[in-house]
């Protein structure tokens, strides 16, 4: 069974200033809506956020349906883009497992695994007891996952009250979300190196490969601050 106030605990951490509830709201109403004008149906474009949960990899599978593309390049392109959260899956359940805790559990809560759960249970599951930090989790991820399926709702019926402008700024509150959270992560050497590097590369690698540019300036930076807390043992 799932400890209650392991859960709740995990669900509460939506609310405050650190919340990842209004930025995660944001973007998916920008999804319902940039969904519906897309032609997906008010169940497609629900079904999308309630099975895939990952944005990125939802506006992949949109772009290759509307080019007709086959449901195993769908597949593949959805699965390539969604790798991305395979880091934060091995950084993040090692510290979730617990030999008295059924394997349902891991099994079923990985698919709400997205960078914004991530943040909050890397930041709080110390102050959780080892034994119900996966419920605190499950809790976390429900909380973040439902939001992302109403939301999607929400988009999707309010579509046409939101212009072009409107959505991108929809869209972007999530990312800086992120950016805000890492700055608050940096509370030793190598993240603080990694974030940095990768803030400064970033823009410089866009310059010569913009399709590339995120994916070498994250493999750059954090494998230079890897590096110098393996030297130092840490």
């Known amino acids: 069974m799932i400890n209650s106030q392991a859960f709740f605990t995990g669900l509460k951490s939506l609310k405050g200033a650190r919340s990842p509830a209004i930025p995660l709201a944001a973007c998916f109403i920008a999804l319902g809506a940039l969904l519906k004008d897309a032609g997906f149906n008010i169940q497609q474009s629900a079904a999308s956020s309630f099975f ?10 949109a772009e290759s349906l509307l080019l007709g593309a086959s449901i195993v390049n769908i597949f593949i392109a959805v699965w390539l883009v969604n790798f991305r959260l395979y880091p934060l899956t091995v950084s993040l359940f090692p510290l979730l497992e617990h030999k008295s805790q059924p ?70 509150i999530n990312p800086i979300y992120f950016f805000c959270m890492m700055i608050g992560a940096m509370k030793d050497l190598a993240t603080s190196i990694s974030v940095v590097l990768g803030t ?35």
């Open 52 to 61: 895939t949960y990952a944005l990125p990899g939802q506006l992949v599978m």
């Open 200 to 234: 400064i590369l970033g823009p410089i690698i866009y310059l010569i490969t913009p399709e590339w540019s995120l994916l070498f300036a994250g493999v750059i930076g954090g494998s230079v601050a890897f590096v110098l807390r393996e030297e130092n043992g840490k």
């Open 103 to 172: 394997k349902w559990k891991y099994y079923l809560s990985c698919h709400f695994l997205a960078v914004s759960s991530w943040l909050i249970a890397k930041d709080t599951y110390k102050k959780i007891i080892s034994k119900h930090r996966i419920d605190f989790w499950i809790g976390i991820g429900i909380g973040t996952w439902s939001t992302a399926v109403i939301m999607t709702l929400i988009g999707f019926l309010i579509a046409d009250l939101l212009n072009k402008e409107m959505l991108i700024g929809l869209a972007i």
